[in-house]
């Protein structure tokens, strides 16, 4: 696939391929944890791939020890947010790794107190003095706002932040397809993934038909449901029958079903095992079952509303 390219849903929800831990790398493998994902927008800076599993750092304990540990068990891509408060934290870590810049993949999100254009640009160059770069991987607007005027300077201060390489790929957080369909209307930059809640509980089916009629990457925070979908006595049937944790089976169903997840943890055995997905394929009939999992109506949510998220900025 050529940067640039239309994403389908054929390119991110492969055959099962039965993997073995033995693998070598599969650096394109939709069904690996090692496997990445091409970015839309990467046009303008050359390739821009996105590893499938990444490491999420929202109301990390010790945010430090956390990334170190998760870039020393294999994970290449770090979600932070100007909003953690721990980019600084991240940075540290990031540098520490004895890691080159260009083997981990760095998100961030600027938050939606400025919605004034030189308030994103400022938001981001902090973010990467915070951090400790000179530019991201992956730049999200962290929540949509309901006003079009603030909506389309955000996203112009996010196309300049692309255009001056301080950034290798744009995208959004949070968007509903009326959202997503608002940004479009403007005519400029497809945002390249669009990060929102989604597990088990809450599937964002209609969301994700839309990010492939548009070509937007589906990227998923919260992941495990916070921890609130893992005692599903399905997912611990499934589990049993592959000898593997619930967790785990979630991952999986994640790297199966082509989102771009981003869990978290502060335990180190957790951190581990949340990226050790090879081995085991989820079938049909188990996909099946996860899938009867989702709360009809959104009401399987567990983070805030998007509409409603003004609230959380005041
Ligand atoms: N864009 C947005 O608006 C947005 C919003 C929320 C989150 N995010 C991103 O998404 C990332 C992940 O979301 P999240 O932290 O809300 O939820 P999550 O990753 O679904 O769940 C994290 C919780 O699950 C526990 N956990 C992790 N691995 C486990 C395992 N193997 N077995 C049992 N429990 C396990 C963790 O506890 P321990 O730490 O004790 O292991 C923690 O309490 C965040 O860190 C952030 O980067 C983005």
């Known amino acids: 696939m050529h940067p640039g390219d239309t994403l389908h849903s054929s390119d991110t929800l492969r055959p099962d391929d039965t993997l073995h831990p033995d693998d070598a790398r599969h650096p394109d493998d939709a069904q690996h944890p090692d496997g990445v994902l091409a970015l839309r927008n990467g046009t303008r800076h050359g390739d821009v791939t996105v590893p499938r599993l990444g490491f999420g750092v929202s109301g990390s304990r010790d945010?430090?020890?956390?990334?170190?540990?998760?870039?020393?068990?294999?994970?290449?891509?770090?979600?932070?947010?100007?909003?953690?408060?721990?980019?600084?934290?991240?940075?540290?870590?990031?540098?520490?790794?004895?890691?080159?810049?260009?083997e981990v993949f760095v998100t961030t999100k600027v938050w939606n107190v400025g919605r004034d254009r030189g308030d994103a640009l400022r938001s981001a160059q902090e973010s990467l003095d915070r951090l400790g770069l000179d530019h991201v991987d992956l730049l999200l607007v962290h929540w949509p706002n309901d006003d079009l005027e603030p909506c389309l300077r955000t996203w112009e201060a996010m196309e300049q932040l692309l255009a001056d390489g301080l950034t290798r790929a744009v995208g959004v957080s949070n968007f509903r397809p009326s959202h997503l369909r608002r940004?479009?209307?403007?005519?400029?930059?497809?945002?390249?993934?669009?990060?929102?809640?989604?597990?088990?509980?809450?599937?964002?089916?209609?969301?994700?038909?839309?990010?492939?009629?548009?070509?937007?990457?589906?990227?998923?925070?919260?992941?495990?449901?916070?921890?609130?979908?893992?005692?599903?006595?399905?997912?611990?049937?499934?589990?049993?029958?592959?000898?593997?944790?619930?967790?785990?089976?979630?991952?999986?169903?994640?790297?199966?079903?082509?989102?771009?997840?981003?869990?978290?943890?502060?335990?180190?055995?957790?951190?581990?095992?949340?990226?050790?997905?090879?081995?085991?394929?989820?079938?049909?009939?188990e996909r099946r079952a996860i899938a009867a999992l989702d709360v009809p109506g959104g009401a399987g949510r567990i983070g805030p509303v998007p509409d409603r998220v003004d609230r959380i900025a005041a």
């Open 183 to 285: 940004l479009r209307g403007l005519g400029g930059t497809v945002p390249a993934l669009n990060q929102v809640e989604l597990h088990p509980h809450h599937q964002q089916r209609e969301l994700r038909d839309v990010h492939a009629a548009l070509g937007i990457a589906t990227g998923a925070w919260s992941p495990l449901g916070r921890g609130a979908v893992l005692d599903e006595p399905v997912l611990h049937a499934i589990a049993q029958r592959h000898g593997v944790t619930p967790a785990r089976v979630v991952l999986r169903w994640h790297l199966q079903q082509g989102t771009v997840a981003v869990p978290k943890s502060d335990d180190p055995a957790r951190i581990a095992a949340n990226r050790d997905l090879t081995g085991f394929t989820l079938d049909e009939g």
């Open 63 to 102: 945010t430090r020890a956390a990334v170190t540990e998760a870039l020393a068990r294999g994970y290449r891509s770090i979600d932070t947010a100007a909003v953690y408060d721990n980019e600084t934290e991240v940075g540290a870590a990031l540098a520490g790794s004895g890691l080159a810049r260009a």
